[in-house]
């Protein structure tokens, strides 16, 4: 099993900045490609970024060159930096973790209000 917990959510105004980590516990040793997705209201849940265990890193197209996304492994921990936020933005986020085996798990999100 892996726990995942968000914290760093809240509201900012539009042009602000937040980061958002993500510490991981359990069987995190197996734990290969983490990532962070959003979900707005009525909208699907999509992929914002995502980190392999070799440190390559993939974007949403609506957030390249705002967002960044990075890992600590020696803490367990992924953070994602969001910049020059947008209302636009404002969504709940996930953070998610897949194993190598396959497994995914997510943790149980965190607030971002973007306001205008």
């Known amino acids: 099993q892996v726990q995942l917990v968000e914290s760093g959510g809240g509201l900012v105004q539009a042009g602000g900045s937040l980061r958002l980590s993500c510490k991981a516990s359990g069987n995190t040793f197996s734990i290969s490609t983490q990532g962070w997705y959003r979900q707005a209201p009525g909208k699907q849940r999509e992929l914002v970024a995502g980190?392999?265990?070799?440190?390559?890193?993939n974007y949403a197209d609506s957030v390249k060159g705002r967002f960044t996304i990075s890992r600590d492994n020696a803490k367990n921990t992924v953070y994602l930096q969001m910049n020059s936020l947008k209302p636009e933005d404002t969504a709940v986020y996930y953070c998610n973790a897949e194993r190598t085996d396959g497994r995914s798990y997510w943790g149980q999100g965190t607030q971002v209000t973007v306001s205008s």
């Open positions: 980190i392999s265990s070799g440190g390559n890193t």
